[in-house]
Structures are given as C-alpha cells and as structure tokens.
C-alpha cells in the first residue's frame, strides 16, 4: 500500500516552454502532498505543500508564478513548470501524506520526474 | 533552529560488513524520525520510522535503527551488508501532528559496498 506515482519520469524540453508533472496517490488519498526538487548528489528541497482543494504553501524563495502547483483531487497533484529555462533542470520528487493513516506524518514519495531544459 | 545532521557524506564498507549511519537533529521536542533510502534516478523509500514506543524501530531490508533522546540521535544499523544496500540514505525529522507539517531532511549519505 501507499503507492505514490509521478508522469511522466522524464522530460525534455525547449526553453520557455511549460511543463506538467503530475503527481497521482494510487492507493489512498492525499490529503497533503509534498513537491522537492533535488539537485545532484544533494538533499532533498521541500518547494511547496499543497493540501487538497486549497492554494499551495510555497517555501521562501520559491517562485510561486514560475512553479504552479494544483491539488484538485485527493489523489491528484500537478506541478507546472512555467517558461522553463535551462537553470530550472532538475530532478522533481513529489510525496503524499494521508493524515487519517498515519498519525506520525508519514511521507510517501513517488519515483521522480527529471526535467531537462534545453 | 530544526535541524538534521548526517555527519557522513560517504561509507564504503564491505559486502558482509556491519554497517551504522548517523543521524543528529536538533528539535524542540520528540519528533518523528525517518529514514529513507534512495536507489540512483529513483524516489525516496521509506525504511523505518519512530513515533513513539520502543526505541529500537526494526524496519525493511534488515535494517534498524535506535533512538536515542540523551544523544538527539537516530542512527540506522545492518548486521549484514549487501551489494544491493548501495544507495543514498536520508535521515529526516518531521514534526508533531496538526497544522502546517514538513520533514526536514539532512545532507544523505552515500553508500558503496565492496564485494
């Protein structure tokens, strides 16, 4: 259980173009879900918190314009990556969180997304 | 200030070999503590966690880790090493239930094995 998927698992695209990840949770719902990026051999960077039906919380120096986040279901987010230029290449993990499950605020992540901007 | 540190950027040990990683957070009170490990160009899965309870948490893949308050540690542990265990691992602290909840991450440590 607590299957969590992203699509597609990678991309490449031209500068100044969008991009859509979409992040589904396969079995249970989302009541949270959890959008990083993650650089090379780095840590993980929490961008945003989306709760379902509400606007996304975004981290300090995140762009809310450039990076639009979407939590229209409780098993559906989608990450927009606006006018993508080549800095914005990255590696895109999201998680999900099912409070009702699980108490201790367990993250459930999906594979990720690598972006590649040319 | 929360945070989570992973003294060790990279582990080489032997295929067989014990292995412990460590793990330090700096937190007001008792948080949830995670361990994740992530194979390369995949997620994030998750190995064991502590709530609350027993301080020694078993988890999958033979791992284990203990909790330590004295110590504000939770350091990972394997008896026994294999080749498939190389992998980034990722000690994170979240918070008390309730309101706006995140994890916070460390660094991660790189681990190869040697057969």
Redo the contacts between chains.
Sequence with gaps: GAVVSQHPSWVICKSGTSVKIECRSLDFQATTMFWYRQFPKQSLMLMATSNEGSKATYEQGVEKDKFLINHASLTLSTLTVTSAHPEDSSFYICSARDRFRDREDTQYFGPGTRLTVL | AQSVTQPDIHITVSEGASLELRCNYSYGATP?L?W?VQSP??????LL?Y?SGDTLVQGIKGFEAEFKRSQSSFNLRKPSVHWSDAAEY?CAV??L?GG????I????T?LAVHP
Excluded: E, I, V
């Design positions: 949830y995670f994740y160009g995949q997620g994030l899965q998750l966690k709530f990722f979240g918070p239930s706006y909840n995140k994890l991450f460390g660094a991660g790189r």
